[in-house]
């Protein structure tokens, strides 16, 4: 029989108001597949835009990319997993439950000593971030610019570009500046004149070689453009549609940019064990229960939330702070 669970719907096009939470049927996993009790849900801004009027979606729209959760079922064909297993899973259908079905691909094992709160917050933002650490080829001699330092996918961007042995410039509010520089970065504040501090910074870190952009503002993308010699070694999350013309990578799923599945899907397993051993920090700024995914949605589109939010089935169970 599918297991009954909850699940957050949205019901219309429209704000976080739409949110429901909704009495679901789980499916029973199919071959290949893996059955997942959620114990926390990542929160990404492509939750909050699926929805959003003019997105094209069919409401209701389940909602959730990233879980951390423990096995339950498996179906037919399934080697690597077993129930009661600790998992990590992304990216997944309809997250934001209390249970979700996946294929086993999607899946990485979550290390005893890695909370599945801080696990839900890791892959959605890590695969991005080491997509494009790895495809503008950061090394040691590197000086790397992150722009949007302080979000999901720049901080883990930092960490990433740190543990290779690069200097980092990181833009962010200065709110966020002394948790940067605890990750090794040089913080910068965003705004205008930008250009004009990153090359005041210069001056002690060496030019700046590569540029990472997760903000897709046009201040970080000319500055990016204006910095970095090499246009192959600037790379934007978000702008896709600038990426062609301004001859930087566009990295991601658009027009013309580049998916990176290989790398990203190799990333899993190496962001689980490097936030499980303690080489990255996870910043999770915020949990809430299912039934508050609403607020949840309000906090990550107005852009304050820094960090990650997460929501959580069972405060308990995930280990929520």
Same mark, same amino acid.
Do not use: F
């Given at each position: 029989?599918?297991?009954?669970?909850?699940?957050?719907?949205?019901?219309?096009?429209?704000?976080?108001?739409?949110?429901?939470?909704?009495?679901?049927?789980?499916?029973?996993?199919?071959?290949?597949?893996?059955?997942?009790?959620?114990?926390?849900?990542?929160?990404?801004?492509?939750?909050?835009?699926?929805?959003?009027?003019?997105? %094209?979606?069919? *409401? *209701?729209?389940?909602?959730?990319?990233?879980?951390?959760?423990?096995?339950?079922?498996?179906?037919?064909?399934?080697?690597?997993?077993?129930?009661?297993?600790?998992?990590?899973?992304? *990216?997944?259908?309809?997250?934001?439950?209390?249970?979700?079905?996946?294929? &086993?691909?999607?899946?990485?094992?979550?290390?005893?000593?890695?909370?599945?709160? &801080?696990?839900? %917050?890791?892959?959605?933002?890590?695969?991005?971030?080491?997509?494009?650490?790895?495809?503008? =080829?950061?090394?040691?001699?590197?000086?790397?610019?992150?722009?949007? =330092?302080?979000?999901?996918?720049?901080?883990?961007?930092? &960490?990433?570009?740190?543990?290779?042995?690069? #200097?980092?410039?990181?833009?962010?509010? *200065? #709110?966020?500046?002394?948790?940067?520089?605890?990750?090794?970065?040089?913080?910068?504040?965003?705004?205008?004149?930008?250009?004009? #501090?990153?090359?005041?910074?210069?001056?002690?870190?060496?030019?700046?070689?590569?540029?990472?952009?997760?903000?897709?503002?046009?201040?970080?993308?000319?500055?990016?453009?204006?910095?970095?010699?090499?246009?192959?070694?600037?790379?934007?999350?978000?702008?896709?549609?600038?990426?062609?013309?301004? =001859?930087?990578?566009?990295?991601?799923?658009?027009?013309?940019?580049?998916?990176?599945?290989?790398?990203?899907?190799?990333?899993?397993? &190496?962001?689980?064990?490097?936030?499980?051993?303690?080489?990255?920090?996870?910043?999770?700024?915020?949990?809430?229960?299912?039934?508050?995914?609403?607020?949840?949605?309000?906090?990550? #589109?107005?852009?304050?939330?820094? %960090?990650?939010?997460?929501?959580?089935?069972?405060?308990?169970?995930?280990?929520?702070?």
């Amino acid at each position: 029989m599918a297991d009954e669970g909850r699940a957050v719907v949205a019901s219309a096009l429209g704000g976080p108001e739409v949110l429901r939470v909704v009495e679901v049927r789980a499916p029973e996993p199919g071959p290949g597949e893996v059955q997942v009790r959620v114990e926390a849900a990542g929160v990404n801004p492509w939750d909050w835009k699926s929805y959003a009027p003019g997105a %094209g979606g069919r *409401p *209701p729209v389940r909602l959730g990319l990233e879980v951390a959760g423990v096995v339950q079922a498996v179906g037919a064909g399934v080697r690597w997993y077993s129930p009661g297993d600790e998992v990590v899973a992304w *990216p997944v259908t309809g997250g934001y439950a209390d249970v979700v079905t996946a294929p &086993q691909h999607v899946l990485v094992r979550r290390p005893e000593q890695l909370r599945a709160v &801080q696990a839900a %917050g890791l892959l959605g933002a890590g695969v991005a971030a080491a997509h494009a650490v790895e495809a503008t =080829g950061v090394g040691a001699e590197d000086v790397v610019l992150v722009h949007g =330092g302080s979000g999901g996918v720049g901080r883990t961007a930092v &960490q990433l570009a740190v543990l290779r042995g690069a #200097r980092v410039i990181a833009t962010a509010s *200065p #709110r966020w500046h002394e948790c940067l520089r605890r990750l090794g970065a040089e913080p910068v504040a965003y705004g205008p004149g930008l250009l004009g #501090r990153i090359r005041d910074v210069e001056a002690t870190t060496g030019r700046v070689s590569v540029a990472i952009d997760a903000v897709g503002t046009p201040e970080a993308l000319d500055s990016s453009v204006a910095l970095v010699a090499d246009r192959r070694r600037v790379a934007t999350l978000v702008a896709l549609d600038r990426a062609p013309g301004l =001859g930087i990578l566009g990295l991601g799923h658009g027009p013309g940019a580049d998916p990176g599945d290989d790398i990203r899907d190799a990333a899993r397993s &190496q962001l689980t064990a490097l936030a499980a051993d303690g080489s990255m920090d996870v910043l999770v700024t915020g949990t809430y229960p299912l039934e508050e995914a609403a607020a949840a949605h309000r906090r990550s #589109r107005d852009g304050h939330a820094g %960090g990650k939010l997460v929501l959580v089935t069972d405060r308990r169970a995930a280990g929520s702070p």
